[in-house]
C-alpha cells in the first residue's frame, strides 16, 4: 500500500520533511523492531527490561527480593516508582547505603541493555532514516542502537549535556540517560523529578527543537510526562500553524500496512504500521518524491528569470556611467534604450512590462509568500528597470498614456506581490513614481485622463483587498511630508485622502 494513498496528513509530513528534515523521537519500540527476534539478543521495553532486573536480584537474593513489577503496575505504580521501591530493597538486603543501591540497579541495566543491530540493519537503517534527513534524535532508550545506525554521523549526549552537535552530526539526546555512562541513567522517581525542573535548561530546550521541525515519534507510548509537556508547549509555541506531528506505533495486528486513525493524541496525527521498517522505507520514496518536484519547479522557476537576467546584464553593461544607477540611466535613456538592447526576449519585456513580470508571480515559495534570495535581488531589478523605463517614457513630451502604462503596471505589481517580495528602495520607488503618475492624473488640460480614469476605477479595490500597502504607501508619503524629505509628495497623500474619505461616505 502506498503512503499517498493512506491520508492527507501523510502527505503533510512528508512535505514538510522534504522542506525541513525530521526531528525523530525514538522509544523502545524502534530499537526492538532494528534488533528484530535474534537468536542472541532481543531488544526489551521498559517493563520487560524491569521484569529482567527483578529475576536478577530475586536470584541473588533467594527469592527474598520482593518486588513484583507486574503486580506493582497493576496496583498502579509506575516503573519510576518501582525502580526506587528495588533500590531500598537492594538497601535493605545488602546493607549497603541507597545511592549505591541505585548504581548496583544501573549496572545491572546497562548489561541487560547490551543488544545492537547486524552491521546488515544498522546499514538499513541508516539509509532509511538518511532518506527522510533526520535533524535530531530525542530518545528514552538507555541502548546504544541509534548509535549503531548513524555510525561516525551521531553524536550522543547525555541529560547533564549541553543538546548541541558538532557541524554535520546528528545529536543524539539520551533523555533518561545511556548505558555508555550508567550514572547519566534516570530510573527511580526522585531522579526525573531532579532531571525536569520548571524551567529549566532541558525542559526549555525540549520545547524549542519540538517546535522548530516536524516530530516524528517511532515506537514510543508518550508515557514520559515530560516529554509531553513539551509536546503540548511545542504546538503553541507559534500564533501561527506549528509543523506536524506523527506518532508511529507498531500494531501487529492490522491488516494493512498503515493505518492513519482519525482522533489525535496530544496533538500528533496518530498511524498504525505492521512494519515500522516498512512505514520509513515508503515515507522516504514519499520525500524523495517531493524532493524531486521541487527542483524541477525551482528549475522551471530559474527559466523564467533567465530572460530577466539578461536584461539586467544588457543593462549595466549599456550604463558605462559610473556615478549613474542602472535605473537611473534606464529613466534618462528611456527613448532609445528598446532599439540599444542586442537581446530580442529583452526588447519584448519592455514593450510588454506588465504581462512579463506577471509570469514571476508563480515563483512564489510556499514558505508564507516570498521568494528566494538568488531570485529576490533579480524580481527587484527587472522591477526597477520596467519602473523607471516607464516613468522615463512617460516623461517625454506629450506622452500622457505612458502615465496610464506607469500607473497599470504599479497596480499590476500591488495586485500580484506581496509586500515582501520587495525592497525597501523598490517601496520606495513604487511610492514616488506612484506620487508622480497621481501628480498628472487629473480630468484637465495637460494632464493624462486615462490615468486619471484608472485611478478612480482601481483605487477603491486597491485599499480595499490590499490594505496593508495602501497603508504603507500612504505612511511613506506622510512621514516624507513630515520630515520634508519628500514633501513632493503631496499629491500621493492628496489622491489618497479623497479616497479615504469616500470610504467613509461609502
Same mark, same amino acid.
Given at each position: 500500500?502506498?503512503?499517498?494513498?493512506?491520508?492527507?496528513?501523510?502527505? !503533510?509530513?512528508?512535505?514538510?520533511?522534504?522542506?525541513?528534515?525530521?526531528?525523530?523521537?525514538?522509544?523502545?519500540?524502534?530499537?526492538? #523492531?532494528?534488533?528484530?527476534?535474534?537468536?542472541?539478543?532481543?531488544?526489551?521495553?521498559?517493563?520487560?527490561?524491569?521484569?529482567?532486573?527483578?529475576?536478577?536480584?530475586?536470584?541473588?537474593?533467594?527469592?527474598?527480593?520482593?518486588?513484583?513489577?507486574?503486580?506493582?503496575?497493576?496496583?498502579?505504580?509506575?516503573?519510576?516508582?518501582?525502580?526506587?521501591?528495588?533500590?531500598?530493597?537492594?538497601?535493605?538486603?545488602?546493607?549497603?547505603?541507597?545511592?549505591?543501591?541505585?548504581?548496583?540497579?544501573?549496572?545491572?541495566?546497562?548489561?541487560?541493555?547490551?543488544?545492537?543491530?547486524?552491521?546488515?540493519? #544498522?546499514?538499513?537503517?541508516?539509509?532509511?532514516?538518511?532518506?527522510?534527513?533526520?535533524?535530531?534524535?530525542?530518545?528514552?532508550?538507555?541502548?546504544?542502537?541509534?548509535?549503531?545506525?548513524?555510525?561516525?554521523?551521531?553524536?550522543?549526549?547525555?541529560?547533564?549535556?549541553?543538546?548541541?552537535?558538532?557541524?554535520?552530526?546528528?545529536?543524539?539526546?539520551?533523555?533518561?540517560?545511556?548505558?555508555?555512562?550508567?550514572?547519566?541513567?534516570?530510573?527511580?522517581?526522585?531522579?526525573?523529578?531532579?532531571?525536569?525542573?520548571?524551567?529549566? %535548561?532541558?525542559?526549555?530546550?525540549?520545547?524549542?527543537?519540538?517546535?522548530?521541525?516536524?516530530?516524528?515519534?517511532?515506537?514510543?507510548?508518550?508515557?514520559?510526562?515530560?516529554?509531553?509537556?513539551?509536546?503540548?508547549?511545542? !504546538?503553541?509555541?507559534?500564533?501561527?500553524?506549528?509543523?506536524?506531528?506523527?506518532?508511529?506505533?507498531?500494531?501487529?495486528?492490522?491488516?494493512?500496512?498503515?493505518?492513519?486513525?482519525?482522533?489525535?493524541?496530544?496533538?500528533?496525527?496518530?498511524?498504525?504500521?505492521?512494519?515500522?521498517?516498512?512505514?520509513?522505507?515508503?515515507?522516504?520514496?514519499?520525500?524523495?518524491?517531493?524532493?524531486?518536484?521541487?527542483?524541477?519547479?525551482?528549475?522551471?522557476?530559474?527559466?523564467?528569470?533567465?530572460?530577466?537576467?539578461?536584461?539586467?546584464?544588457?543593462?549595466?553593461?549599456?550604463?558605462?556611467?559610473?556615478?549613474?544607477?542602472?535605473y537611473e540611466y534606464v529613466q534618462n535613456n528611456a527613448k532609445s534604450l528598446i532599439s540599444d538592447l542586442n537581446n530580442a526576449k529583452s526588447k519584448d519585456i519592455l514593450r510588454n512590462p506588465a504581462e512579463s513580470i506577471k509570469k514571476l508571480e508563480s515563483t512564489a515559495d510556499d514558505n508564507k509568500g516570498s521568494i528566494r534570495p538568488i531570485e529576490f535581488m533579480a524580481f527587484n531589478k527587472s522591477v526597477m528597470i520596467?519602473?523607471?523605463?516607464?516613468?522615463?517614457?512617460?516623461?517625454?513630451?506629450?506622452?500622457?498614456?505612458? %502615465?496610464?502604462?506607469?500607473?497599470?503596471?504599479?497596480?499590476?505589481?500591488?495586485?500580484?506581490?506581496?509586500?515582501?517580495?520587495?525592497?525597501?528602495?523598490?517601496?520606495?520607488?513604487?511610492?514616488?513614481?506612484?506620487?508622480?503618475?497621481?501628480?498628472?492624473?487629473?480630468?484637465?488640460?495637460?494632464?493624462?485622463?486615462? #490615468?486619471?480614469?484608472?485611478?478612480?476605477?482601481?483605487?477603491?479595490?486597491?485599499?480595499?483587498?490590499?490594505?496593508?500597502?495602501?497603508?504603507?504607501?500612504?505612511?511613506?508619503?506622510?512621514?516624507?511630508?513630515?520630515?520634508?524629505?519628500?514633501?513632493?509628495?503631496?499629491?500621493?497623500?492628496?489622491?489618497?485622502?479623497?479616497?479615504?474619505?469616500?470610504?467613509?461616505?461609502?
Amino acid at each position: 500500500m502506498c503512503l499517498e494513498e493512506t491520508n492527507d496528513c501523510l502527505d !503533510n509530513l512528508a512535505e514538510e520533511i522534504s522542506k525541513w528534515g525530521v526531528g525523530i523521537i525514538a522509544g523502545a519500540g524502534l530499537s526492538m #523492531a532494528v534488533i528484530g527476534d535474534s537468536k542472541e539478543k532481543t531488544a526489551k521495553n521498559w517493563k520487560q527490561l524491569f521484569i529482567s532486573v527483578e529475576k536478577y536480584f530475586n536470584n541473588k537474593y533467594s527469592d527474598d527480593f520482593g518486588v513484583d513489577v507486574v503486580s506493582e503496575l497493576e496496583q498502579g505504580s509506575t516503573l519510576p516508582q518501582i525502580a526506587t521501591k528495588m533500590c531500598n530493597k537492594v538497601s535493605v538486603l545488602s546493607g549497603k547505603p541507597y545511592d549505591d543501591s541505585k548504581n548496583e540497579i544501573k549496572q545491572v541495566i546497562r548489561s541487560l541493555v547490551n543488544w545492537v543491530p547486524t552491521t546488515e540493519q #544498522a546499514k538499513k537503517y541508516e539509509s532509511l532514516l538518511k532518506g527522510i534527513n533526520v535533524k535530531w534524535v530525542i530518545t528514552t532508550n538507555y541502548d546504544e542502537v541509534l548509535e549503531a545506525i548513524f555510525n561516525e554521523y551521531g553524536y550522543p549526549i547525555n541529560p547533564q549535556e549541553p543538546f548541541v552537535a558538532p557541524k554535520d552530526m546528528i545529536p543524539i539526546y539520551h533523555i533518561h540517560g545511556s548505558r555508555n555512562s550508567y550514572q547519566s541513567m534516570i530510573v527511580t522517581h526522585e531522579d526525573y523529578v531532579q532531571l525536569f525542573r520548571p524551567g529549566n %535548561y532541558r525542559e526549555n530546550k525540549l520545547v524549542t527543537i519540538m517546535a522548530e521541525t516536524p516530530v516524528m515519534i517511532l515506537g514510543y507510548s508518550l508515557s514520559d510526562l515530560n516529554l509531553l509537556a513539551g509536546l503540548d508547549q511545542s !504546538n503553541n509555541a507559534f500564533d501561527s500553524q506549528s509543523f506536524s506531528k506523527a506518532l508511529v506505533t507498531y500494531n501487529s495486528k492490522i491488516t494493512k500496512d498503515y493505518d492513519v486513525l482519525q482522533e489525535k493524541e496530544f496533538g500528533c496525527d496518530k498511524i498504525e504500521t505492521n512494519s515500522i521498517e516498512q512505514f520509513l522505507t515508503d515515507l522516504g520514496v514519499l520525500v524523495s518524491k517531493k524532493i524531486e518536484a521541487k527542483a524541477k519547479l525551482h528549475e522551471e522557476e530559474k527559466q523564467l528569470y533567465r530572460d530577466f537576467d539578461a536584461l539586467i546584464e544588457e543593462v549595466e553593461e549599456l550604463n558605462v556611467q559610473k556615478n549613474v544607477t542602472y535605473y537611473e540611466y534606464v529613466q534618462n535613456n528611456a527613448k532609445s534604450l528598446i532599439s540599444d538592447l542586442n537581446n530580442a526576449k529583452s526588447k519584448d519585456i519592455l514593450r510588454n512590462p506588465a504581462e512579463s513580470i506577471k509570469k514571476l508571480e508563480s515563483t512564489a515559495d510556499d514558505n508564507k509568500g516570498s521568494i528566494r534570495p538568488i531570485e529576490f535581488m533579480a524580481f527587484n531589478k527587472s522591477v526597477m528597470i520596467l519602473m523607471q523605463f516607464l516613468r522615463g517614457s512617460a516623461s517625454l513630451k506629450s506622452h500622457f498614456e505612458d %502615465y496610464n502604462t506607469l500607473l497599470k503596471f504599479i497596480f499590476t505589481l500591488i495586485g500580484n506581490f506581496d509586500e515582501s517580495w520587495f525592497t525597501p528602495l523598490v517601496m520606495k520607488t513604487i511610492t514616488r513614481n506612484l506620487n508622480f503618475v497621481l501628480d498628472y492624473s487629473k480630468p484637465a488640460f495637460g494632464n493624462s485622463w486615462s #490615468a486619471n480614469k484608472t485611478w478612480q476605477n482601481e483605487a477603491p479595490g486597491f485599499k480595499r483587498e490590499h490594505p496593508d500597502f495602501w497603508h504603507e504607501i500612504y505612511l511613506q508619503a506622510s512621514i516624507g511630508i513630515a520630515t520634508g524629505e519628500g514633501d513632493m509628495l503631496v499629491p500621493l497623500k492628496e489622491k489618497f485622502d479623497e479616497i479615504d474619505g469616500d470610504s467613509v461616505k461609502d
